[in-house]
């Protein structure tokens, strides 16, 4: 058996005699050249195994030759080995390569839906080393990290280039399980009799532009990639640490209504009859630069009762015009329900101190007309204000965890298993 020697940096293929550049150490098995497709076996003085003529170079910013740091060492681009997985759902193809170097041995960069990711071969066993059966989420433990089980599929090799640690030939049919762990994935893989593990790593598109030079902004994907880490944005991150302090202000908003926001009343009275007719009423405000509540109550029951309400003061000037419903209807359906409310509430303000008078009219089409209450209460301090504030800044608190919920459920529904 010939091997070639480590100092030999380029040869000609030996069936079209193009130049072919060796940038791969000892362990490199087969050299397909990129002009005529022979597949050449470099342990056998590159003796020409195979040959696919005009095979179509997958679509990739990455190339051989190209060079770049991943995890501070130098690698580079030395084969390319391309996918397709076939399922009810559709086709799936993506590309990886080959990478050497010299300090660090061999490791594979894939290019799989504008998602880039880092693998090696692992010789350290897994728990349990064979997956007899597929369970989806099912857990598989490597070096102390947990993995839960998430796609298993088929790969073909659809196409061959450069140099390659074994003899890779198109149409070979790999079995894959992966496992995640993000930024992990943990696979075995099946060919024939033959079981290897990979351990892979998701590399963010900042950190493969920076070690390749290559623009990966126009490639974009739709999907999360099963090690894909979630990562929270800037403005998320911002409003979430302001949601504590939001909620501490708006409880204690809630706490100072419940204490002294109801107001003081200026006006307390009741009608048992409104279908009878309802009395001028009057009443006196103290603080005018303050909010005056308007509450008016009914035991309305699966019912309504509309009412117009006006108040002037007393030069006669309108102060406050409005018509306002009081309605509440229940019962049981497939359980308890209920809509309405037996009490309305207005809030307004006064321009000055002084008397004001307050009409009110039934509308005589009203369904139900039990007894009617009204209050008036002057320096009120609203409770849906407070209470919007403290569901705002709940939500924020709560976004980041809905964020990493939603992008969770999105990368688990993507599994076709």
């Known amino acids: 058996m010939i091997t070639a020697p480590e100092t030999l940096r380029s040869i000609q293929c030996t069936s079209c005699a193009a130049p072919l550049p060796l940038k791969g150490g000892h362990q490199v098995r087969s050299l397909v050249c990129s002009y005529c497709g022979a597949v050449m076996d470099a342990h056998a003085d590159f003796a020409i195994l195979a040959q696919y ?74 728990d349990p080393p064979v997956l007899s059966d597929f369970h989806r989420k099912g857990t598989v433990t490597f070096r102390d990290r947990i993995y839960r089980q998430y796609e298993r599929y088929e790969a073909n090799i659809t196409f061959v280039e450069g140099e390659l640690t074994w003899l890779a030939h198109l149409g070979d049919t790999t079995s894959i399980v992966e496992a995640i762990s993000p930024p992990f994935v943990f696979e075995y893989e099946q060919s024939g009799s033959e079981l290897e593990y990979t351990l892979s790593e998701y590399i963010p598109r900042s950190e493969a532009e920076a070690a390749f030079g290559v623009d990966l902004g126009a490639s974009r994907s739709a999907d999360i990639h099963p090690a894909q880490p979630f990562e929270e944005s800037a403005f998320t991150t911002a409003i979430a640490s302001v949601g504590p302090f939001a909620t501490a202000a708006a409880l204690c908003g809630l706490l100072m209504t419940w204490v002294i926001g109801g107001g003081t009343v200026v006006l307390n009275d009741s009608f048992g009859n409104p279908a009878s007719g309802l009395s001028p009423l009057s009443f006196e405000i103290h603080r005018p630069n303050q909010l005056v509540n308007l509450e008016m109550r009914s035991p309305v029951d699966n019912g309504w009762a509309y009412y117009d309400v006006s108040i002037e003061d007393d030069e006669g000037e309108p102060i406050l015009e409005l018509g306002s419903e009081i309605s509440y209807y229940h019962g049981y359906d497939d359980g308890h329900w ?13 321009p000055a101190a002084g008397r004001y008078n307050m009409e009110i009219e039934l509308d005589p089409e009203s369904v139900q007309v039990p007894p009617l209450q009204v209050r008036i209460l002057e320096g009120a301090m609203p409770r849906r204000y407070f209470t919007g504030l403290l569901a705002i800044s709940i939500l924020c608190m709560a976004m980041p965890a809905y964020r990493r919920w939603k992008f969770e459920k999105k990368r688990w529904d993507d599994t076709d298993d």
């Open 53 to 126: 003529r005009n095979l179509e170079r997958p679509s990739s910013p990455f190339g051989i030759g190209m060079e770049g740091q991943i995890k501070g060492v130098p690698f580079a681009i030395i084969g390319t080995v391309a996918y397709r997985s076939r399922d009810e759902w559709g086709v799936y193809d993506w590309v990886s390569y080959q990478i050497f170097s010299p300090t660090h041995g061999y490791a594979w960069l894939t290019w799989n839906d504008a998602h880039v990711i880092f693998s090696r071969r692992v010789r350290d066993l897994p």
């Open 338 to 350: 209920s809509e309405g409310s037996q009490t309305t509430s207005t809030l307004f303000r006064v």
